[in-house]
């Protein structure tokens, strides 16, 4: 059976009770009006991300007559007592698009918990039962999304202040933090949304199907020569450890330098005993290489505790190779060697990195980040108290207000009427409830209306939204 009946099916991709649920509303239903929201946080400021994807490729899983055949023998199967919706599928099949206007926020843009970041209506009568249909998939686009690009702007915020304050070069920070997450996503789609969240703040990332993401969602043409992502030639220790083990450990680093004579390159040094290998390899047998070669040489360390180990690397390859003092007084290491800590690698460890190389007085662009599973994994939905409500529903021409408030839990009361996000007099948005045509002061944009988009934002875009919200200037 052809594999897009069961992974590319539009009609399969939701909540099993959402295939009864067209049935559900009352009489005389046209319309409906649902919001996408974060209820709660701990987060100050959350950033928009992610449903530009997912948008996409609900446009390019259009139905098809196939899939709604295959589709009602499964729900036979499946909810036996629910009567397929067949007609429905099957005029929109015939009409030949999605026939919804979504309203967001700018991707890339900040907004606070409790605010609306897209509105989605739909645009004909018939399917008034689509907006709640489809909001499975454009939650789960949404709440990962934010989340992975939340984290991101942190990253990038704290990565921003330890270069001020330790006077290093800010245009650095762009490729101080580096995506090792695609072994320690759940799956290649959590990747992809998350990897290419990260790459909304950074620019180095060994997450090649995250690349492949924003390459196809987020660049104009899929244009390799925007290349929104860049990694550099790195070992493993399954590439040291094969030369003769303990022994033959110096060979490997031997063999890097002579496979890529130019560029930068990093070598994962802790195999056996990390601290004889910089002294001895790094420091000595390797160091006239290293001092003459054209490009930038990177000490990977994989163990202990970060911040011990970096501690005693950073004062060893200060004294092998040698160092300058800032304008600030910290000590920045010879250009040909740099470090990168890949391991254990949290906000908080970053923090903790951060006040000693404060105490040891280092420059912070001394040494880059790898995270991996704290980028892509580390969420879920209920972080932020991500929801998509109805909030409003068009009854034979008339519109009413939609809501609920749970009395054992206030904080999931929704919002009434059709719901948009303005810029108030501070410039900060916030939400508006709204009645005839959106406001004109909104902060929404239309992105999207009957398969078309009327918005295309690019990486390039994002990321100079990212850096205007944390101080960063061209």
């Known amino acids: 059976m052809r594999l897009y009946l069961f992974q590319d099916n539009a009609i399969l991709n939701t909540d099993s009770y959402k295939m009864s649920q067209y049935l559900q509303y009352p009489p005389g239903t046209q319309f409906v009006s649902s919001y996408i929201e974060a209820r709660k946080s701990e987060e100050v400021e959350l950033m928009f991300f992610g449903l530009q994807r997912e948008l996409k490729r609900l446009n390019d899983q259009f139905i098809t007559q196939e899939q709604i055949d295959f589709s009602e023998k499964f729900l036979a199967h499946h909810v036996p007592n629910c009567p397929f919706n067949r007609q429905g599928w099957e005029d929109l099949l015939e009409l030949g698009y999605w026939p919804l206007e979504v309203r967001a926020l700018p991707e890339g843009c900040t907004v606070k918990p409790g605010v609306p970041m897209v509105e989605i209506i739909n645009t004909d009568h018939r399917f008034f039962w689509l907006v709640s249909y489809l909001e499975t998939r454009l939650l789960r686009a949404a709440w990962l999304g934010v989340s992975a690009a939340t984290r991101t702007r942190r990253f990038k915020k704290l990565l921003l202040e330890m270069a001020i ?3 290093s070069p800010v245009e650095g920070i762009d490729f101080q933090f580096v995506g090792f997450g695609s072994r ?20 180095s990332t060994d997450d090649q199907v995250a690349i492949l993401d924003i390459l196809q969602y ?24 094969p030369w ?24 994962v040094s802790d195999s056996f005993d990390v601290v004889k290998c910089v002294e001895e390899y790094w420091g000595e047998l390797y160091k006239d290489i290293i001092l003459s070669r054209d490009g930038v040489a990177i000490i990977r360390p994989d163990s202990g505790d970060p911040v011990a180990v970096l501690r005693k690397l950073l004062r060893i390859v200060g004294e092998k190779f040698g160092y300058t003092t800032n304008a600030k007084g910290f000590k920045v290491l010879n250009e040909k060697v740099r470090l990168i800590q890949g ?77 948009s996000a303005v810029y108030d007099k501070d410039g900060d948005i916030v939400a508006l409830s709204y009645e005839g045509k959106p406001p004109e002061n909104s902060a929404m944009q239309l992105v999207y209306q009957d398969g078309k988009f009327l918005v295309d934002h ?8 990212v850096n205007h919200s944390i101080g960063i200037t061209a």
């Not at 990747?191 to 790459?199: E, F, H, S, W, Y």
């Not at 022994?247 to 070598?267: D, V, Y």
């Not at 460890?349 to 704290?374: D, Q, T, V």
């Not at 690019?458 to 100079?464: L, S």
């Open 218 to 241: 987020y660049t104009e043409d899929q244009d390799l020569s925007r290349m929104p992502g860049f990694a550099i030639p790195a070992s493993e220790h399954s590439t040291v450890t």
């Open 165 to 167: 304050n330790t006077g």
């Open 343 to 419: 391991d254990s690698i949290t906000e908080v460890m970053i923090r903790k990195i951060y006040a000693m190389l404060l105490e040891e007085k280092w420059a912070s662009e001394n040494i880059s980040y790898g995270c991996g599973g704290h980028i892509i994994q580390a969420y879920n939905r209920d972080d932020h108290g991500f929801a998509m409500k109805c909030s409003a529903i068009c009854i034979h021409g008339i519109w009413f207000d939609v809501f609920k408030e749970p009395i054992t839990a206030p904080f999931k009361k929704s919002k009434k009427g059709r719901q």
């Open 244 to 267: 003769w083990n303990r022994s033959g450990e110096h060979r490997s680093l031997g063999n890097m330098f002579a496979q890529f004579p130019t560029g930068p390159l990093a070598w």
């Open 458 to 465: 690019t990486i390039e875009e994002i990321r100079e939204r």
């Open 184 to 203: 320690g996503g759940s799956c290649e789609e959590a990747v992809r949304v998350a990897g290419g969240a990260l790459l909304t703040g950074f620019k």
